[in-house]
């Protein structure tokens, strides 16, 4: 089983929503709040999460700069009652180096709670991070019964790095549907284990850019 660790997320794109829905798709079940804390540039340029959408309980911590979110982000990776804590930060912030990202990683080891980190428009310096992906988003999937309208969303997802997993590219697919009776839309299905299906020679075009 893997440990639970940091996992940093970095947007292809700046202001790319796919990084965040992909984070989402992979929270962990359970009763326990998120803790989003997201810094002020980040909700500026990309706003800031749907609470009412999310069918789960969601703990947001606006603050102003990157150095606050990582202390707040510490502190709440130690209270073992949240699901995860998820950080959102906009660029390459001086305290944003190695010694800041072992830190975190060292307390979601120690507390067992998840960490993510998403990267608006940043680097991928040295960070300790478990797993560091990179997110874009693809065109939708065709629709079943409407060709004119757009299916199922689709991110191309990128493991460039890992201590246990081996990198690669797959296409992944948001599998949630609106459902009437529950006046809400579902969140992504969580990506399986293994190997994913080969993606399609646009799918392919749009990695290589």
């Not at 709040?33 to 990309?46: A, G, H, N, S």
């Not at 706003?47 to 990582?70: E, F, I, N, T, V």
């Not at 990776?77 to 949240?82: E, G, I, P, R």
């Amino acid at each position: 089983m893997t440990p639970v660790a940091l996992s940093e997320v970095f947007a292809a794109r700046q202001a790319d929503g796919a990084a965040t829905g992909f984070v989402l798709s992979r929270l962990p079940d359970g009763p326990g709040p998120v803790l989003w804390i997201q810094d002020r540039m980040t909700r500026m340029e990309c706003g800031q999460p749907y609470q009412p959408a999310l069918g789960r309980a969601l703990l947001r911590l606006d603050l102003s700069r990157p150095g606050d979110g990582l202390i707040a982000a510490e502190e709440g990776l130690q209270c073992a009652s949240l699901a995860a804590v998820v950080l959102e930060i906009w660029g390459d912030p001086p305290m944003l180096s190695f010694t800041a990202t072992k830190r975190l990683a060292l307390r979601a080891e120690a507390s067992g709670v998840p960490c993510w980190l998403i990267r608006h428009g940043g680097r991928a310096d040295l960070s300790a991070a478990r797993d560091r992906w990179r997110v874009t988003s693809l065109p939708s999937a065709p629709h079943a019964d409407d060709g004119r309208a757009p299916g199922a969303a689709r991110w191309a997802v990128e493991l460039f790095r890992s201590r246990d997993k081996a990198p690669g590219h797959w296409v992944v697919q948001h599998e949630g549907g609106w459902q009437r009776a529950a006046d809400r839309v579902d969140l992504p299905a969580r990506i399986r284990n293994g190997t994913l299906a080969a993606p399609s020679s646009a799918a392919v075009r749009q990695l290589a850019r």
